[in-house]
């Protein structure tokens, strides 16, 4: 590994240039307007693997954006690893909200501020740095493939049948992903939960074009109004999701589990001054990081409807709509709850207005057992670099393709992520800290060559 | 008024070109970037009032967008008419739902489309060009005044002011706005009453930036989610406002008002199926004509937060925010009513968000008594263009300036509309039929006369 960790040493600042250059496409998935910059994004990962000296490097299409696909085999009958990533980011707005170019990465306070500098470029592009270092110094351990799919913030739609049509290409011991966030700096963690999601939109249609409020409000269900009516209606006042059979197949941590969850070091005061609020809301009986980890939640991600310009116009809008999402825990499923949503809905919904209701994506909770060999050559990777014990953790948030691979490849991943919670991810202002970038592509290299030690003696 | 009925007949064609010209400037008086369009508009009725025969036509500086004031004086001492209108209109999006450009007028089935072709343009423009025929042809029966403000759709926030500082110049007997609409072709009305209006806005904020449903959803106030509670919280499962105090000072109708009120010509299955709804909703024991007509009533004109674009974004808004407006009858305070709003909210919005709110305008409710002289000589007028006596009608619309010109000015208001219910005004597609702009020149004709003989017996 020395002479990985030297290699690497050397080629510090080109490593840097290069995520540079890969931020400064606009690959944001969500924009039809973008598709153009999907495909230069995929190409130039194409030319990034193969420049690292993979065997094998592809932009390969999909039903959407195309997956860049790599390999370097070694051994053909040698442990293999297959590391997910995505090239896609989420939109930009409110743009005027970035203090500099959101595609054109500035470096200030030893940061790299761009979108997609953590979420998931710079995570992804750790791996094919580590990579290289392996394969130019003739020191790679295992054998390696890359998917870098381009649908990630927008529920990875066409990656299952992908998978599924080359499954024997993509046959591996463990799928590796760094996408997920370590607990703090000085506390590292290691990802084994995440919540499933369930996206929907709900559009509530009322008069069949917009009316002067002064006539007809008072006798005309305003859609706006029965929109509000109907969200609130989701939640009771103890925070929790009134959708009858909502908690069915939640399942619930063991006294055990929650002391074990209780000791992550957590600072309330610290939590509250960094997001600017006076007081957190949730369901009565759980704390914050429970609150987030193990608990489903439900949000409203965006609403819309009538006069939204400068000053007041006097109008009953004839639809409001609103983007809705519901965070999942083990054991519920995302189709099931979508369906039990709508029925509730239905149920509540008056006569006087109409309402239409479409999923946008969904995916399903995950969890990976601490007990796997592959958690435990993380831990010893993080130990080496971080200098103590990961914690294991659960994240509040949903990589739905997760539970994909298992269904789909029946291979287990593992969750090794290196961002921090300040690093903005999904927000204006997204940035990632230059010593996670570097001491991420170290604990990676170092992992690689403990999960292929701890392969031979005890294969999963 | 022969001569000036032959004159109408004569200049038909003009009348109707010169009101086409007047539509095509863009006058939107809650857009900044419209201000120019509002001085050229108001410079453009100046010259109108000038070719119509007025002694004086000036544009008159407010503190917001000018009066148009012009006056037609053959006796000092002899009744005087002060005719009020608007020539601001309002915003015209969502523009892809119009047929054809709002601002490029159209004659199709016999109606204008335009924006402003019945409020205020259209209905404004009937008075010049009745008293246009009336000049020319020298049969002017009384003094006319003419006060065209730019600012009715955004709450007439100049003209108090300004009226209190020409006071003098404005005397009058009596105010005459037509501004308001039939029952119906076949069955005439005029209104006396009008609904007031208090405007807010409030705006709901949580965290100081937008968060990751994911890392976060679950453990802090989506300000979304809180806003759509709290509007929901504003009216019960009986539609009445819940605001304490909101209906302390409502007057309610003695069963011989309700009884007169059930007289005029209504049909629910009509009324549903112009707008195309399943059922009216409204507050508990009141018919619809009830409701928008004598109840108050509260509607979200206007709701957005988080994101709204394409596809889906995971994100818990910062900010949410809701345009929301209440229509008062008398003896509603707006003042008042915005205080026990602000209140009410206050005490309902949860720690975990700071709430704001504006008021961004308000005026009082309106009774025109049917005993006046003005109310008797305008039934006349009506009586011989129609063919029936016309009904006395309570319309759910407010002009703010009407109350306010009691206050300031010591005047009566006369509120002879000639819109119907199918114009949509505020709406995408208004229009006005030429039939309604011919017959109510007609009307005002007459109208002029009948006050001047009824002020010379029985003056008020």
């Known amino acids: 590994m020395e002479a990985a960790f030297s290699y690497l040493e050397q080629h510090r600042e080109r490593f840097l240039d290069e995520l540079l250059a890969l931020l400064r496409i606009p690959s944001i998935s969500a924009e039809q307007a973008h598709i153009p910059d999907m495909i230069r994004c995929a190409e130039w990962l194409r030319i990034a693997l193969q420049k690292a000296g993979l065997d094998r490097a592809e932009v390969m299409p999909t039903a959407g954006n195309p997956v860049v696909y790599g390999e370097k085999i070694i051994d053909p009958k040698g442990p293999t690893l297959l590391i997910y990533g995505h090239y896609d980011v989420m939109p930009v707005d409110p743009r005027e909200a970035w203090n500099s170019d959101p595609f054109e990465p500035e470096i200030r306070n030893g940061r790299i ?12 592009y750790m791996h094919i740095k580590a990579a290289e270092a392996l394969i130019r110094t003739g020191t790679l351990p295992c054998n390696l493939k890359f998917m870098i799919e381009g649908e990630e913030e927008i529920g990875s739609s066409s990656l299952e049948r992908w998978c599924a049509e080359h499954a024997e290409m993509l046959k591996a011991d463990l799928i590796v992903v760094s996408d997920t966030s370590l607990l703090g700096w000085e506390t590292p963690s290691i990802t084994c939960g995440l919540r499933g999601l369930c996206y929907l939109e709900m559009e509530v249609t009322g008069p069949n ?12 269900a305003n859609p706006a109004n029965v929109l509000a009516r109907l969200i609130a209606s989701l939640t009771d006042a103890q925070g929790r999701i009134t959708i009858p059979g909502f908690y069915d197949r939640v399942r619930e941590l063991s006294p055990e589990e929650r002391e074990a969850f209780a000791r992550a070091p957590f600072s309330e005061s610290v939590y509250k001054e960094k997001i600017g609020i ?3 809301e949730g369901e009565t009986g759980y704390s914050t990081l429970e609150r987030t980890g193990i608990r489903p939640s439900l949000d409203v991600n965006g609403i ?3 006069y939204t310009g400068e000053g007041s116009k006097t109008v009953i809008p004839s639809k409001a709509c609103a983007k809705i999402s519901m965070r999942l825990v083990p054991d519920q499923d995302y189709r099931q709850i979508a369906e039990l949503f709508e029925r509730h809905i239905r149920s509540l919904a008056p006569d006087s207005v109409s309402v239409a209701i479409k ?8 969890v990976c057992p601490t007990d796997l060999p592959a958690y435990r050559a993380a831990a010893s990777a993080m130990r080496q670099t971080f200098g103590c014990d990961p914690l294991p953790f659960y994240s509040g948030g949903s990589i739905p393709i997760i539970s994909t691979f298992e269904k789909v490849l029946g291979i287990k991943s593992l969750l090794m992520g290196f961002g921090l919670g300040e690093d903005a991810i999904h927000s204006p202002n997204e940035s990632y800290a230059l010593q996670n970038f570097y001491r991420g592509i170290e604990t990676i290299l170092l992992f690689y060559g403990h999960y292929a030690e701890t392969l031979k003696s005890d294969p999963i």
């Not at 761009?114 to 995570?123: C, F, S, Y």
């Not at 999923?359 to 995950?366: E, R």
């Open 304 to 306: 819309w409807g009538g």
């Open 209 to 220: 074009q917009d009316l002067h409020s002064g006539l007809y409000g008072g006798a005309v």
């Open 359 to 366: 999923t946008l994506h969904g995916g399903m909770p995950y």
């Open 113 to 124: 501020w761009a979108r997609g500098a953590n979420d998931d470029k710079g995570q992804s």
């Open 278 to 280: 006076r007081a957190t």
